[in-house]
């Protein structure tokens, strides 16, 4: 004879299920999405952060969690897309160069030539601090911009494209560079 209360006994059987769903939700393949395993591709190393020191004790992830994959040679990318913002904000390159370094660059020929002949965004320049890939097709940029050796803010997220066989600067970022010319309006596929 039990000396629990037929009450009592449902109220532990409710408990045990709910532990049990816990339990099994704990065991999760992790992924958040219904089971599709993630991937991460390895970035090439960058400079250390802001302080050079980590202060997490955590180990440090290699690069943020892609939607996509990464083109096939991810370090020969990156370098191009660095390559890409050299030349772009080169006071030296012609505006042919940075057309051809630019998504579209053609069709929004006279933005990139007004942003670098206005007397303030022709003084630019942007230090490309992280590249991260979101496909075969697009990365993330992270980079430091300044005018005149001052950081006018983080200048980012850029973006990179690979448009006809070739990593160039998206569109996307050229546009939002304009914020910081006197006289350099968005094209109009900016919009």
């Given at each position: 004879m039990s000396c629990a209360t037929p009450t009592a006994r449902r109220g532990a059987w409710a408990v045990a299920v709910a532990a049990l769903l816990v339990l099994t939700g704990a065991c999760d393949s992790g992924s958040g999405d219904g089971g599709t395993p993630r991937t991460t591709v390895p970035s090439a190393p960058g400079p250390p952060g802001p302080t050079g020191v980590s202060t997490s004790s955590w180990p440090a992830s290699q690069s943020p969690t892609p939607t996509g994959t990464a083109p096939e040679d991810p370090e020969q990318a990156e370098q191009d897309i660095r390559e890409?913002?050299?030349?772009?904000?080169d006071p030296e390159s012609s505006s042919d160069d940075r057309r051809d370094v630019v998504e579209n660059g053609a069709e929004n020929?006279?933005?990139?030539s007004n942003l670098f002949d206005d007397p303030l965004g022709s003084k630019l320049r942007a230090d490309?601090?992280?590249?991260?890939?979101?496909?075969?097709l697009h990365a993330d940029v992270d980079y430091t911009l300044t005018r005149d050796g001052r950081r006018l803010d983080t200048g980012g997220p850029g973006a990179a494209v690979l448009q006809e066989d070739t990593w160039k600067i998206a569109l996307r970022t050229v546009c939002g560079l304009t914020r910081h010319a006197k006289d350099a309006p968005e094209a109009?596929?900016?919009a």
């Open positions: 890409a913002w050299r030349i772009f904000f020929e006279l933005m990139i490309v601090t992280t590249v991260s890939y979101t496909s075969s109009p596929s900016c």
